[in-house]
Nanobody, 122 residues
């Protein structure tokens, strides 16, 4: 059983919207934080958003505040990333992650999905 499986990536025009989904299973589903990171070619992995699994508190990277929304379905062990007003610079591989440490730090996460490509055309 794969701990985290993302879906929903694709090609969209600038200004458009996409919703990413992440299905958590096994031990990954019990981790305190679920998060989204992204990595563009030649760049470091960047924190996008996180949600606390029990309380639902949300956190966002500066570059996506006001445009992206992270949410969860506790009963279904699903995490979502609604992305609106997409820009060309949002183009990246988006990863779902689960961990129990600092919510914005990639090393704090011990479970990662395989990634889903998001491409925004300008």
């Amino acid at each position: 059983q794969v701990p985290l499986v993302e879906s929903g990536g694709g090609l969209v025009q600038a200004g458009g919207s996409l919703r990413l989904s992440c299905a958590a299973s096994g031990r990954a589903s019990t981790r305190y934080y679920k998060a989204w990171f992204r990595q563009a070619p030649g760049k470091e992995r960047e924190f996008v958003a996180a949600i606390s699994w029990s309380g639902g508190s949300t956190y966002y990277g500066d570059s996506v505040k006001g445009r992206f929304t992270v949410s969860r379905d506790f009963a279904k062990n699903m995490v979502y990333l609604q992305m609106n007003s997409l820009k060309a610079e949002d183009t990246a591989v988006y990863y779902c992650a689960a961990g129990s440490g600092g919510y914005s730090r990639a090393p704090s996460y011990d479970y990662w999905g395989q990634g889903t490509q998001v491409t925004v055309s300008s």
